[in-house]
C-alpha cells in the first residue's frame, strides 16, 4: 500500500492545507514536484512524503531515475516543499546537479526549516549560488500563487478554493526575510 501511495500524483485537499500551512510546524515533510523534459515535453505531476528517506532524496534517487529522458535533453524541476532541504539535502541536491547538468531546479517552500544552524544556511548558500537552483518561500499573492497552483495541479479534480490561505501573509513575509538575510549573507 506504501507503495501505491507514494506514486499516486494527487494528495489530499487536508494533507496540502495541514502541511503546507507555513503557520504550523507538523513533523513529516512533502515534496510536490512538476518535471518537464524539453520545451514540449508533458509535465509530470507527483508527489513524494519522507518516510525511509527525505522527501527530496528520494526523488532524486528514485523517482528521478525512474523518469529519466535522455541526458541531453533539458530537465526543470519545480519542486513545492512543505519545509526547505536540510543541510545534507542541499549537499546531495548539489552533487546531483553536478552529475546532471541539463537539469535545473526550482524550489518553493512553505517553511524554513532549522533556519539559523548554520550547516543548513550554507548548504541553501551553496545551492542557490548555482545558475540551474532557485530557492524562494512559496508565495499567496503576485504574479504566480504556489498555493493555488498547487491546489489546482495536486488536488484530484483540482480545487478553487483559495481562502485557505488568509493568515499566511506574516508567516510568508517573515519566512521571505529570513531566506533573504541567508542568501545576502553568503553574497558579501
Known sequence: L???????MYISKKVLKHHFDPCKAPR??????????????????????????????YFLEKIFKMRRSYNYVNCSITW??????????????????????????????????????EKIRQGLQNLVSLAEVTIAVMETEGKVSHYTFCLKNFIQGGADDDSWTVGFQSEI?????KLKDVFEVSRL
Open 28 to 57: 513529516d515533510a512533502y515534496l510536490l514536484c512538476k518535471l518537464q523534459w524539453g520545451e514540449t515535453g508533458t509535465p509530470w505531476i507527483h508527489w513524494v512524503k519522507n518516510e525511509r528517506y527525505h522527501a527530496e532524496v
Open 2 to 8: 506504501k507503495f501505491l501511495v507514494c506514486f499516486s
Open 173 to 177: 513575509t517573515k519566512n521571505r526575510l
Open 80 to 117: 513545492y516543499l512543505s519545509w526547505s532541504p536540510c543541510a545534507d539535502c542541499c549537499r546531495k541536491i548539489l552533487n546531483f546537479l553536478k552529475k546532471n547538468s541539463n537539469v535545473n531546479i526550482d524550489i518553493y517552500v512553505a517553511r524554513l526549516y532549522y533556519i539559523e544552524d
